[in-house]
């Protein structure tokens, strides 16, 4: 993104307003990126993976409780399809697998960790 956003508010005037809600505008970016994240366990996962370069299956089965393989299989999935995750098979007998994030999910995680600390914020206000 190489322009910078410089306002805070929806424009009045009709042209102006796509630049905020139109299909290329902020709410559809920030839309895209709250349908990459949901999903009762790719938090979960996305966290696992930043605190770990690399896991394996059995280990996100260890480590987040009450997943099932098969949610498992569907989120790490998803997260692979938008460009979050990368699957490693290292083609061996038994089949070795290992999961670590992008780039661009390194890069999420700033936003990630913004997100956690305004929901701290908050209710340290609202206590």
Request: positive net charge; hydrophobic residues 35%; charged residues 30%.
């Amino acid at each position: 993104m190489d322009e910078a956003i410089t306002h805070f508010k929806v424009p009045a005037i009709r042209e102006e307003r796509d630049v905020c809600l139109g299909p290329d505008g902020s709410v559809a970016h920030v839309n895209r990126v709250l349908r990459m994240i949901n999903g009762r366990w790719k938090l979960p996962i996305l966290f696992r993976l930043f605190a770990e370069p690399s896991m394996r299956t059995s280990q996100f089965l260890r480590d987040i409780p009450n997943i099932s393989h098969k949610m498992l299989t569907q989120h790490l999935r998803e997260l692979e399809t938008d460009g979050l995750v990368v699957r490693r098979d290292f083609g061996e007998q038994p089949p070795r697998v290992e999961y670590g994030l992008t780039d661009s999910g390194r890069g999420l995680m700033p936003v990630l960790m913004s997100a956690r600390e305004f929901s701290r914020h908050y209710l340290e206000k609202s206590s």
